[in-house]
Nanobody, 119 residues
């Protein structure tokens, strides 16, 4: 299974960006999909997640500004980021809990996509 992320870039403070991540390969189903980020010199943190049942989780710093969504038919997770701030600057990584069968799950990471917010 491969996860391919896209959509990063450079944006001014207050602007918007959308990230997308699509999974390909031997996939029976996908449980939780999520986005994480890692800023220079900092640990990777969970930004947002969405379960198969649609339960959402956001880190406090992005609540009200970011929206995560999923499309199971397209095996895709998206992150819409609005009102971006310089502190949102980081490499963003998608993550999926992929089922290869009804009882076998494995976790996968996409490659990082860089988001830079200028002040």
């Amino acid at each position: 299974v491969q996860l391919q992320a896209s959509g990063g870039g450079l944006v001014q403070s207050g602007g918007s960006l959308g990230l997308s991540c699509v999974a390909s390969g031997n996939i029976f189903g996908i449980n939780t999909m999520s986005w994480h980020r890692q800023a220079p010199g900092k640990q990777r943190e969970l930004v947002a997640s969405i379960t198969r049942n649609g339960r959402l989780t956001y880190v406090d710093s992005v609540k009200g500004r970011f929206t995560i969504s999923r499309d199971d038919a397209r095996k895709t997770v998206a992150l819409q980021m609005n009102s971006l701030r310089p502190e949102d600057t980081a490499d963003y990584y998608c993550h999926m809990e992929v089922l290869h069968s009804a009882n076998y799950e494995y976790e996968y990471w996409g490659q990082g996509t860089e988001v830079t917010v200028s002040s």
